[in-house]
């Protein structure tokens, strides 16, 4: 099993529409999580650090579920903008899941 | 605040070649990671360093492959001989990890080798 696993892509969603990602992790004694967006051809960046109390920043919500291991983010009244990948990585070791990607239509 | 700073940005070599490249973690973070990133399988972390000391090389993926970080502020990654199996976007990311901070990347290098 891999440390960090995703939900498979691509997620072609409509403007407006709600969509939700998860990430499974495998060692129970991590400790940070992390959603990064990637944009095609470029670095990835920081999107939300994930709490265990869960935290919301807009129209993102991110959340953490310790007993079943996973984190998700869910992005509310998506945007054409919100189109690239999105990354799930865990302090414990910093290994990224292979990502999901995202299309937001008009 | 500069942020992490890699060099070069692109690199064409042809097979056989010595490569290295460059990474300048943001100051004060005291851990540094490479990752390479293809389309087939994704971003694969290679190697990391706390507080200048390799910590994990697991993700190395041969001998061809070497990492340095001789002090703080600069690290390196080598690979020699080069192979066009090895052309894909390095990434160089820093961290605090004491604090458990986030990941910061630069902007990558984009290697072909040809």
């Known amino acids: 099993r891999k440390e960090v696993e995703q939900d498979p892509g691509p997620f072609n969603v409509p403007e407006g529409a709600t969509v939700a990602f998860n990430c499974t992790y495998s060692?129970?004694?991590?400790?940070?999580f992390f959603w990064y967006r990637q944009d095609c051809r470029k670095e990835p960046k920081l999107l939300m650090s994930v709490y265990s109390s869960g935290n919301e920043d807009g129209r993102f919500t991110a959340q953490l579920n310790r007993a079943s291991q996973y984190i998700s983010l869910l992005i509310r009244d998506s945007k054409l903008s919100d189109s690239a990948t999105y990354l799930c990585?865990?302090?414990?070791?910093?290994?990224f899941g292979a990502g999901t990607r995202l299309t937001v239509k008009p | 605040d500069a942020g992490v700073i890699q060099s070069p940005r692109h690199e064409v070599t042809e097979m056989g070649q010595e490569v290295t490249l460059r990474c300048k973690p943001i100051?004060?973070?005291?851990?540094l990671f490479w990752y390479r990133q293809t389309m087939m399988r994704g971003l694969e972390l290679l190697i990391y360093f706390n507080n200048n000391v390799p910590i994990d090389d697991s993700g190395m993926p041969e001998d061809r492959f070497s990492a340095k970080m001789p002090n703080a502020s600069f690290s390196t990654l080598k690979i020699q001989p080069s192979e066009p199996r090895d052309s894909a976007v390095y990434f160089c990311?820093?961290?605090?990890?004491?604090?458990?901070?986030?990941?910061?990347f630069g902007n990558g290098t984009r290697l072909t080798v040809t």
């Open positions: 060692n129970s004694a991590s400790q940070s």
């Open positions: 990585v865990v302090n414990h070791d910093m290994r």
């Open positions: 100051s004060g973070h005291n851990s």
């Open positions: 990311a820093s961290s605090n990890r004491v604090h458990n901070s986030p990941l910061h």
